[in-house]
């Protein structure tokens, strides 16, 4: 069994589980000769509460991630063609796919006896909008090994540092779950220049996921406007649906009435003809019994 395998079977344990079934499995693999494969293991740690709900999903609505992962990619090609018709109808099915797979993911929670807290459903959402808006994201979500929440703005990567346990997901460099061996000069917390360049940088960081968030917003708000006007539309064609059948009938109608004056005439001129008939039935029939009477 390799590391990948054993810690995708270890995070899909409940987390209350996890410890105790990680350290019997680092026992079996010392016990088969693989010391390696024993330290690796019992160096799991485990899961956060949303980190876990994110891996039952990877092994059980796998399909469903995918799905997710593909939007995505649509979501960002939309974005950097301009393309805002494209981006309403995508931003309203992502978050239809959103919702589901959160709610999704509450239920299996749920099942394995670990019900989520509204928190660790906020974080669940936060990192499948990171699997959304960044593919490297998107890698760790599938691996069925997450560890923690993730977070991502679509304008950089998201941090992976020491999200995903075990060996890197196809496509997401190796060093991106690792923190980096030495701070960098400019940022060193004892001098006075990387206070500022700390600073500058939260403040850059902070200004452009305002930016993100500005343009989300725009994009749902426009998204809605988009899904009344054809409301509105759809509505005003019922109404001139409805106008036409009223129209129709109306016609029908006064076509009945012509119809049904005409049929009274009739009758009325029949009764006339049904009188007279009878009248002249009568008198010949007296003139025939008077011509009887006289033979």
Do not use: C, I, N
Not at 163 to 185: C, F, H, K, N, T
């Amino acid at each position: 069994m390799t590391l990948e395998e054993a810690a995708r079977q270890l995070y899909a344990l409940p987390p209350q589980q996890f410890t105790a079934a990680r350290d019997a499995r680092a026992a079996e693999a010392k016990e088969a000769g693989d010391a390696a494969l024993a330290t690796s293991v019992r160096s799991l740690r485990r899961a956060s509460a949303s980190a876990w709900a994110v891996d039952l999903l990877a092994g059980e609505a796998a399909d469903d991630l995918a799905a997710l992962v593909e939007l995505g990619d649509r979501f960002r090609s939309a974005q950097s063609e301009g393309d805002r018709a494209a981006l309403s109808g995508l931003t309203r099915e992502r978050k239809e796919a959103l919702r589901g797979l959160v709610s999704r993911a509450g239920a299996l929670a749920s099942d394995a006896g670990h019900p989520l807290s509204a928190a660790a459903l906020a974080e669940v959402d936060q990192t499948l909008r990171a699997a959304v808006a960044d593919p490297t994201a998107a890698a760790a979500v599938r691996s069925g090994r997450l560890v923690r929440a993730l977070a991502a703005d679509g304008l950089e990567e998201a941090d992976l540092t020491d999200a995903v346990a075990g060996p890197a997901p196809e496509g997401v460099a190796p060093a991106r779950l690792r923190a980096a061996d030495a701070p960098d000069a400019e940022a060193d917390p004892g001098s006075a220049g990387g206070s500022r360049s700390r600073t500058r940088e939260a403040a850059r960081r902070a200004a452009e996921q305002a930016a993100v968030e500005a343009e989300r917003e725009a994009v749902e708000a426009e998204a809605a406007l988009a899904e009344v006007d054809e409301r509105t539309a759809q509505l005003a064609r019922d109404r001139d649906d409805v106008l036409e059948q009223l129209r129709r009938l109306r016609e029908e109608f006064s076509e009945a009435e012509r119809r049904s004056g005409e049929l009274d005439d009739r009758e009325k001129f029949l009764v006339r003809e049904r009188r007279r008939a009878a009248a002249d039935a009568g008198a010949a029939r007296q003139a025939a019994e008077r011509a009887r009477a006289r033979t």
